[in-house]
């Protein structure tokens, strides 16, 4: 019987690790999303900001570039990727907090942040753990705070269809086609889930999601 893994890297391999900033840089539109996901976040000055599943930190820095005076925490399961993500920061000569653990159980007290934003975790776990990360979100954010997640989605057009009937097959990615993701941030609490943006890449559709902790 094969043991089930604590989490999924990055491209599913460690192996891969290395070449993951190149391979989503060419394959998902980064140039173009993520800025997009920044905005669409509407960070304010001295606003608490954390980066949730930051893997390489490419999101973490963006946020700090685009958002000087905000408080940024990078949070990651992978401790060979937060080496890479310090490496980056380093050479960005930039303040940011870096810390590791799941995002189904985060150390941080309630109500500690006013925003979270997310890029490409959500459909590396599975569906109870979907849950729990959204319930975790929720609990570390102010009220009034925001969650903004960049992921996969259900299939716009023909040509998405088509690529998602792969990715679909995958219980993790499956959740994201079959558009379970919104549901599953309504269960956790949050109010005026919204999809902000749609986006045609390489392995399917990129939904950009809001979802709002009431105050």
Request: glycine fraction near 6%.
């Amino acid at each position: 019987m094969s043991r089930r893994r604590d989490f999924i890297p990055a491209l599913n391999r460690e192996w891969l690790t290395p070449v993951y900033d190149p391979l989503i840089r060419w394959t998902m539109r980064e140039s173009t999303f993520k800025p997009r996901l920044v905005q669409e976040a509407r960070i304010a000055p001295g606003y608490r900001v954390l980066d949730l599943g930051c893997g390489t930190a490419t999101l973490t820095i963006l946020i700090k570039q685009m958002h000087p005076e905000s408080e940024v925490t990078g949070l990651d399961i992978d401790a060979r990727i937060l080496d890479v993500a310090r490496e980056k920061i380093s050479r960005a000569g930039l303040d940011i907090t870096l810390d590791q653990g799941p995002a189904t159980a985060l150390s941080y007290p309630d109500d500690s942040f006013d925003r979270i934003l997310s890029s490409l975790v959500f459909h590396h776990l599975r569906t109870d753990d979907k849950v729990r990360a959204a319930r975790e979100a929720f609990r570390v954010l102010r009220p009034g705070g925001e969650l903004h997640v960049a992921d996969f989605g259900r299939p716009h057009g023909a040509l998405m269809w088509a690529v998602s009937l792969v990715m679909r097959h995958f219980e993790e990615v499956g959740d994201n086609i079959a558009g379970m993701l919104p549901a599953i941030f309504r269960g956790a609490g949050f109010a005026a889930v919204e999809e902000e943006a749609r986006h045609a890449t390489l392995f399917g559709t990129l939904v950009l999601h809001r979802a709002e902790k009431p105050a």
